[in-house]
């Protein structure tokens, strides 16, 4: 690819590390993928309204996706998100992070019931799974992340794991 790539320093100017350039037909390149880890820009991003249902629905039908319902003024949320963003690039992709800002969107919000932020919600198959809410410490973020994004039957059910600790508090 010529130097004159627009693209060539957010996308490839690697240095050949991740891409290999070849040639076909009449002279044409291009970047051919060598299949590494997916990119940080691949695992987390930003989501609205109007793309909610393929970012995190329809893309949990692939993977696991998880929402982080945030706000600007909320300072737990400033808390928690670089350690949620931290955890899941180091998930080498098991799962993936999505983050919506409830005051720019907030029906999505307000459609699952969410009245506390921050909140993260687990999808799976176009369902939510599991959550939490509240900035927790990065090793539950990592727990968190190991049982949502493992192999397996997947997450159990919030309701599930709240009907678990409430049994373990009676026994």
Same mark, same amino acid.
Not at 10 to 37: C, H, I, M, P, W
């Given at each position: 690819?010529?130097?004159?790539?627009?693209?060539?320093?957010?996308?490839?100017?690697?240095?050949?590390?991740?891409?290999?350039?070849?040639?076909?037909?009449?002279?044409?390149?291009?970047?051919?993928?060598?299949?590494?880890?997916?990119?940080?820009?691949?695992?987390?991003?930003?989501?609205?309204?109007?793309?909610?249902?393929?970012? @995190? +629905?329809?893309?949990?039908?692939? =993977? $696991? &996706?998880?929402?982080?319902?945030? *706000?600007?003024?909320?300072?737990?949320?400033? #808390?928690?998100?670089?350690?949620?963003?931290?955890?899941?690039?180091?998930?080498?992709?098991?799962?993936?992070?999505?983050?919506?800002?409830?005051?720019?969107?907030?029906?999505?919000?307000?459609?699952?019931?969410?009245?506390?932020?921050?909140? @993260? +919600?687990?999808?799976?198959?176009? =369902? $939510? &799974?599991?959550?939490?809410?509240? *900035?927790?410490?990065?090793?539950?973020?990592? #727990?968190?992340?190991?049982?949502?994004?493992?192999?397996?039957?997947?997450?159990?059910?919030?309701?599930?794991?709240?009907?678990?600790?409430?049994?373990?508090?009676?026994?």
């Amino acid at each position: 690819m010529s130097d004159n790539n627009p693209y060539s320093g957010a996308f490839g100017g690697n240095g050949g590390q991740y891409a290999q350039t070849v040639q076909y037909g009449g002279g044409d390149r291009a970047k051919v993928s060598l299949g590494e880890a997916p990119a940080a820009a691949d695992l987390i991003k930003d989501t609205t309204t109007a793309t909610f249902a393929a970012d @995190v +629905i329809q893309e949990s039908r692939r =993977q $696991p &996706v998880l929402v982080d319902f945030w *706000a600007p003024w909320c300072g737990p949320c400033k #808390q928690l998100t670089p350690q949620l963003e931290k955890a899941v690039k180091a998930a080498g992709g098991k799962v993936k992070l999505v983050k919506m800002n409830i005051d720019d969107h907030p029906s999505i919000a307000g459609q699952l019931g969410i009245q506390s932020i921050p909140a @993260v +919600i687990a999808f799976k198959d176009g =369902q $939510p &799974v599991d959550g939490f809410m509240g *900035a927790i410490p990065e090793s539950q973020i990592n #727990q968190f992340i190991q049982k949502v994004g493992g192999k397996g039957g997947g997450a159990p059910q919030i309701a599930d794991a709240l009907a678990a600790d409430l049994l373990d508090e009676l026994v």
